[in-house]
């Protein structure tokens, strides 16, 4: 039998071992408790990171994709060998571009005017000889509405390529920068045939005032004289006249054919 002493040094025996065992779950809970908030914030730092890396992935490429556009569009058209009564057929549209970055995207993935100087490009078994860049939707036809009333400054004479080359490159840059005043189109022609060796760079305006198409002359040296090249010889042609002279031939040349009948 138990002693009343005995019975109770056991109890309390016996509570102070249910006090460790409750105290040692508690601390093992807790334990429990605080791996697990650990491993929470360790997973909420690795989706924080992976978040924070997929956001400057994004930030990156938003960046690298930011393009700069330009004042307006342009359009580049090639031109095939042709005579009057079939020009409009001869040219086409091969890339419009209005940020710098689709130029560049172009103008790296075109023949160069040196290939269309000597000759080396064929487009449906024709020869290449012109490219013609103008802004907007405007069309290369001096008869058009946006050019009839206009004029242009052009240079023909016996150039080396490597002179061609380097005006044209300038004076499209230029002239998509708008470093061109009054531009509407710059194109390069070449004019070779089997008695002449002349190739032709034109730079079209969308007036014929005598202070404009100066001021027009003067950005045109400056920009050639930067090169550095001599500057060549500029004359300014008025589309009104290009088509008084237009009619006068066809006129003489339907009078020769008449004649020749007769």
Known sequence: ??????????????HIHSLDMFTKIQ?????VRNEEADEKEAENQKVGKQEVCEKEAILKN???NIKHPLHTSWTLYTHTQSVSTTYKS?????GKFKTIEDFWNLWNNIPSVVDIYDSRVLIQN?????????????????EKTNNINGSEWGCRETLSKEIIDNIWSNLVLSCIG???????????INKCNKTRNIH?????????????????LKQIKTIIEMIPTPFPKFTLMRHNDKKSQAVEYNNAKRKTTFDDKR
């Open 27 to 31: 601390v093992h809970e807790q334990e």
């Open 200 to 216: 032709k760079i034109e730079v079209w305006m969308n007036t014929c005032a005598a202070n404009k198409t100066n001021t027009t």
């Open 62 to 64: 938003e960046k690298e």
């Open 1 to 14: 039998f138990f002693t009343h002493q005995t019975l109770h040094n056991l109890l309390v025996q016996r």
């Open 126 to 142: 024709k020869h290449l000889i012109a490219y013609s860049l103008f802004r907007d939707d405007i069309l290369p036809e001096w």
């Open 178 to 188: 708008e470093n061109v005043s009054n531009c509407v189109g710059v194109r390069y």
């Open 90 to 94: 001869s040219y086409k549209p091969i």
